[in-house]
């Protein structure tokens, strides 16, 4: 066999080995455009349409074929992180361009789906204090971004972290309390 012949067979291997990703993906489509759109209208800087959120957060889920096996809230999570990447690496390149200020912080968790505006300030501001609540606390950091960013429902939460839906909306309102304290700081 050529080398070029095993590098075409190699690609078909890894599409081939990507099948249960592709399938998983495919019957999550409509539901994460759905987040996505919420996503992005509360985003009035954001230049992303829905169907380019998606596409970006699955292209740097692609190359990961054992995500395939996860159950659809797992996979739910782990595209909430992929979108949430997605806005946070536009928000920055946005910023860099704009180099604009701004201190205040517009962001609302108590309505996930609300229709707020978010400015590239407050998903940066959401970032950070993210980054600080998942050293700190990790379930409630991985709930609040499956929540915001994945639209994940209490129950499907519950099932994802194997707690409790009490466990769950107790999560939920300490991880609000401390986020707005954070955000209120900065």
């Given amino acids: 066999m050529s080398r070029l012949e095993e590098i075409g067979r190699g690609g078909a291997d890894r599409i081939d080995e990507r099948g249960p990703l592709d399938a998983l993906f495919a019957s999550r489509y409509r539901e994460l455009r759905r987040i996505a ?107 609040v971004e499956s929540r915001y960013f994945g639209g994940l429902t209490v129950p499907e939460l519950a099932e994802l972290l194997d707690v409790s839906v009490t466990t769950v909306e107790r999560d939920w309102r300490v991880a609000k309390a401390w986020l707005k304290s954070q955000l209120r700081r900065r």
């Avoid at 159950?71 to 595209?79: D, E, G, L, Q």
């Fill in 37 to 143: 759109s919420n996503l992005t209208r509360r985003d009035a800087c954001v230049t992303l349409s829905p169907t380019e959120l998606v596409n970006e957060a699955w292209l740097r889920l692609a190359d990961s074929p054992e995500l395939g096996g996860l159950s659809p809230a797992h996979f739910k999570a782990i595209a909430a992180r992929a979108m949430r990447r997605v806005l946070i690496d536009a928000a920055r390149r946005r910023k860099t361009l704009k180099r604009d200020g701004g201190n205040a912080v517009l962001i609302e968790l108590d309505d996930v789906v609300a229709a707020h505006a978010i400015r590239d300030e407050d998903v940066l501001a959401l970032d950070a204090v993210l980054q600080d609540l998942a050293r700190l606390e990790p379930r409630q950091a991985l709930l």
